[in-house]
């Protein structure tokens, strides 16, 4: 079922004709927001093919003087590493680009985090694609977690087991959903 989902979702992504006018939408959505005004420290994914561009809002996030995390994979753990640059990321994990010879950092400090996935639902239900890195590492967070996806990933249900994670946002090109996520303290 996840399977079918994903590509379904894949196949509708690839075929979107404004999808750099999406991203654009997205990426002042958050920059703009009052979430990302205030955080000190983000965590954001590095975007790939086929996710939501995130290297505009890491660039300009450094620009601001915020402290930026990425995620970068050893094993079968994902956790937070901080950035200075874009430069000097290499190929990572599933062809991801991280940082190389980066420390862990303590995921206590990151105030805002932005996440991808492949799908979400009304419901702040995700999902990713299939290997459970962000579904460990979200619980983790004691901050506003937002997924960044465009409209079309937006499903009506996300299939779900125990141990998926969920967002408290999602943004789009056209609109802003807000969930509670089980707290954590």
Do not use: W
Request: hydrophobic residues 40%; charged residues 35%; aromatic residues 8%.
């Amino acid at each position: 079922m996840k399977n079918k989902v994903r590509e379904g979702i894949k196949a509708c992504v690839m075929a979107m004709k404004d999808r750099e006018e999406a991203e654009k939408k997205i990426a002042e959505k958050i920059l703009d927001s009052e979430e990302f005004a205030k955080a000190k420290c983000v965590f954001c994914y590095v975007s790939k093919e086929g996710e939501v561009g995130t290297h505009e809002i890491i660039m300009r996030a450094l620009e601001r003087g915020k402290r930026v995390f990425v995620p970068k994979v050893r094993g079968n753990e994902m956790f937070a590493c901080e950035i200075g640059s874009l430069i000097g990321l290499e190929s990572g994990s599933f062809g991801v680009m991280e940082p190389k010879g980066a420390r862990r950092a303590n995921e206590k400090y990151i105030d805002l985090a932005l996440v991808p996935g492949v799908a979400f639902d009304e419901r702040g239900n995700r999902l990713g694609r299939g290997k459970g890195y962000f579904d460990s590492f979200i619980p983790k967070l004691r901050c506003l977690v937002i997924g960044l996806a465009f409209e079309c990933q937006v499903v009506d249900e996300v299939p779900v087991e125990k141990h998926d994670a969920k967002v408290d946002a999602v943004v789009t090109e056209k609109r802003t959903l807000v969930f509670k996520r089980d707290a954590k303290t």
